[in-house]
């Protein structure tokens, strides 16, 4: 079984300038999520997706950032503009069952290394 | 005060150890509780679920204390390949809208030959 796809693996970046990060979830699966993880520190959760539509936006700076999943498989998140403090891991994983469910796993993707410089 | 708080080690322990990782939690809601593994620059993947009764898979042992909201993995038998940031996930149930996963900051292990 294919698992979460992500792309860019990497991005540079200078302060400012705008970028943007694609997620393809495993086939199927109803719930889409957008972390950000700083080194050092756990994934925080931006954005979760329920199908089309946002179950779940409350940390999401949504004075630079934007996510969209179009038809309720595909993603994308976009920064813009980014700041210093964006550099990070973005995460998005996607599970069959939103939680919390018994059977309730999240699957991440490989994640986006982004600098800020 | 953070939702999920971990020590964030690192823990060197040789071969063969037994580790045991804390974590604690800050809201009594809390429903589900995960440990989840993560490689140096890879993603996290899920270790186990813990459940109330404690559950064992192998050599991870995951216990669950409601009345302190503590969480603990216990690690037997080291093994090298057991190196990775091991991540405390609780998922807090807010009612009728979909729970949400907190994770703690992750608690690094090195097991040396």
């Known amino acids: 079984e294919a698992g979460v796809a992500q792309s860019p693996r990497y991005k540079i970046i200078e302060k400012r300038q705008s970028v943007a990060f694609w997620c393809n979830p495993i086939s199927g699966h109803a719930t889409l999520y957008w972390y950000q993880q700083i080194l050092g520190q756990g994934p925080k959760l931006l954005i979760q997706f329920q199908n089309n539509g946002v179950v779940d936006d409350s940390q999401l700076p949504k004075d630079r950032f934007s996510a969209e999943r179009l038809k309720g498989v595909d993603s994308t998140l976009k920064i813009q503009p980014a700041k210093l403090e964006d550099s990070a891991v973005y995460l998005c994983?996607?599970?069959?069952?939103?939680?919390?469910?018994?059977?309730?796993?999240?699957?991440f993707g490989p994640g986006t290394r982004l600098t800020v410089t | 005060r953070k939702e999920v708080e971990q020590d964030p080690g690192p823990f060197n322990v040789p071969e063969g150890a037994t580790v045991a990782f804390n974590c604690t939690y800050s809201?009594?809601?809390?429903?589900?509780f995960f440990w989840y593994r993560q490689d140096c620059r890879k993603e996290p993947k899920l270790l186990m679920s813990v459940y109330s009764s404690g559950n064992e898979d192998g050599r991870f042992t995951a216990q669950l204390n409601r009345a302190s909201q503590y969480i603990s993995l216990l690690i037997r038998d080291s093994k090298l390949s057991d190196s990775a940031t091991y991540l405390c996930v609780v998922n807090l149930d807010r009612g009728s809208t979909l729970g949400r996963l907190y994770f703690g900051r992750g608690t690094q292990l090195t097991v040396w030959p």
């Open positions: 994983a996607s599970s069959l069952e939103p939680p919390p469910s018994l059977s309730y796993e999240q699957y």
């Open positions: 809201n009594s809601a809390s429903q589900s």
